[in-house]
């Protein structure tokens, strides 16, 4: 089975414009996760969805970030403008829904942006 | 809220030794606790888990366990490899909350 799909692998973009970046989870998983990983503040939490509704977005940093999932297939992370604070590498990962547990994330291979 | 706490890296061994990362965690419930692996390049993968106090996780050699009365969940491996250099992560997930609190990470190299 494919595991989580992310791309572009590498972005590479200037100051102020547009990124975007995209996911497709593991199929029959329910919850998505959108992480961001950095040197000074480890991985941290984005945003998450469950049956592609936002549950918990607390920690996007600010409006210049937003995440959709149009349908349970595919979602998006869009940073406008992106500045070069946002350099990181950004994960997506997926798991299913087991009653009574909490199971665990696959996540993907990750997308290195770096803002110049 | 939630946390994690894990040992400071870097860490560096010699092939053959034994390792010890050591995790505790503050929770207010009874969480399930991982350790995640980061290989160069890669996303994290599940290295091992345990759901309930005095669980033991197994896989490739590494174990922890679930320890509730230090809060614990040390990883450890009687003889690492050259192929066990990676970033290791512990975390959290509290069973109501759906989502995992990660430690900051502790890089180790194995050299030969």
């Known amino acids: 089975d494919a595991g989580v799909i992310q791309s572009p692998r590498h972005e590479v973009t200037e100051m102020g414009q547009e990124v975007t970046l995209r996911c497709k989870p593991i199929?029959?998983?329910?919850?998505l996760f959108w992480y961001r990983q950095t040197m000074m503040r480890g991985l941290e939490l984005l945003i998450y969805f469950n049956n592609n509704v936002p549950i918990d977005d607390s920690g996007m940093p600010e409006d210049r970030f937003s995440a959709k999932m149009p349908n349970a297939s595919f979602s998006t992370l869009k940073i406008q403008p992106s500045e070069p604070r946002d350099s990181a590498v950004y994960f997506c990962a997926s798991r299913p829904t087991l009653a009574g547990t909490t199971d665990t994330q696959y996540f993907g291979p990750g997308t290195r942006l770096t803002v110049l | 809220g939630d946390s994690v706490t894990q040992m400071e890296g870097p860490v560096t061994l010699s092939e053959e030794a034994f390792l010890t990362i050591n995790c505790t965690y503050t929770a207010t419930g009874y969480p399930s606790l991982f350790w995640y692996v980061q290989y160069p390049g890669e996303g994290l993968q599940l290295l091992l888990k345990?759901?309930?106090?005095?669980d033991k996780g197994s896989n490739k050699g590494f174990e922890a366990t679930y320890r509730k009365e230090t809060t614990s969940f040390h990883l450890e491996k009687g003889s690492v490899q050259v192929s066990d250099s990676a970033v290791y992560f512990c975390a959290l997930s509290d069973k109501g909350a759906q989502k995992l609190v990660f430690g900051q990470g502790t890089r180790l190299t194995i050299n030969p």
């Open positions: 199929s029959g998983h329910d919850y």
């Open positions: 345990a759901t309930k106090a005095d």
